[in-house]
């Protein structure tokens, strides 16, 4: 694939495959089937607050520096999951400050530092991750809705939170970063926060899984 490549284009295919790895975690497949108990999401929803309050205080953090252009073109028009994260947390009976770290997420909020430190585009490149899975966000929250036989989406909405805006929203954050020049080194640099954020989702979805096996 050559330099000129829309970033974009570039994490799409350089992604794919870790996107199937993704979607064929046990605890995905059963968000994606809808058959992840109430209690089992409202704990996983705890480890994605982490990840997001984060990634929103590093982004926030690169704004106030002289950075990349990058992070202001991307990190703009978006939705601040962690809010709706916090909601859903409190409608499942959840204290949203009392989130425990499983150690997969600790250390991705380590890694996050460290690159928010740097001013690193990495940071981009786990924005995509975590704003790309908004697409199949849609599908799982209509799943779990069906499933427990409700049409309201208390306790969901961090999965669902631009509603008919989805695709809208989607194109438009591909098309502004499309259009950002990076040097191959920094293109490097946003493939390898993609590829990391791929790796931190799965960790923290498979740790959280064992936790449910083991019925704690
Ligand atoms: C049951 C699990 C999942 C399902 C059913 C699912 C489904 C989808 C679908 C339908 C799309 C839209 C494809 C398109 O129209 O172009 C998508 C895109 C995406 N998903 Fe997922 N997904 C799942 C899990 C995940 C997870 C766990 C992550 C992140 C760790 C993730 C990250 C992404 C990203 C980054 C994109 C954007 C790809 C691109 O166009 O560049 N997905 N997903």
Redesign the pocket.
């Known amino acids: 694939m050559n330099a000129q490549t829309g970033i974009?284009?570039r994490?799409?295919s350089g992604?794919?495959e870790?996107?199937r790895q993704?979607?064929s975690?046990p605890l995905?497949?059963q968000?994606?089937a809808g058959t992840l108990p109430r209690a089992a999401l409202a704990a996983y929803m705890g480890q994605l607050l982490l990840v997001h309050d984060c990634l929103e205080s590093c982004l926030d953090a690169q704004l106030h520096r002289d950075g990349h252009e990058a992070f202001a073109v991307a990190w703009q028009s978006l939705a601040r999951h962690s809010e709706n994260l916090r909601e859903d947390l409190v409608a499942h009976g959840l204290e949203p400050h009392a989130v425990a770290p499983l150690p997969a997420t600790s250390a991705v909020l380590d890694q996050l530092g460290r690159w928010s430190d740097a001013g690193d585009l990495a940071l981009i490149g786990a924005l995509?991750?975590?704003?790309?899975?908004?697409?199949?966000?849609?599908?799982?929250a209509k799943a779990l809705q069906r499933a427990w036989g409700v049409d309201t989406a208390a306790g969901l909405s961090y999965l669902d939170p631009y509603g008919e805006e989805q695709?809208p929203t989607?194109a438009a954050f591909?098309s502004r970063v499309n259009a950002v020049s990076f040097t191959e080194d920094e293109a490097s640099a946003i493939l390898a926060g993609?590829d990391r954020?791929?790796q931190?989702?799965?960790e923290i979805?498979d740790e959280q899984n064992e936790l449910l096996r083991d019925g704690e």
Do not use: C, P
Not at 128 to 140: A, D, K, P, Q, T
């Open positions: 974009m284009d994490l799409r992604t794919s870790l996107h993704a979607e975690r995905q497949k968000l994606g995509y991750v975590l704003e790309g899975s908004m697409n199949g966000n849609r599908f799982i695709r989607w591909r993609a954020m791929f931190a989702i799965g979805s």
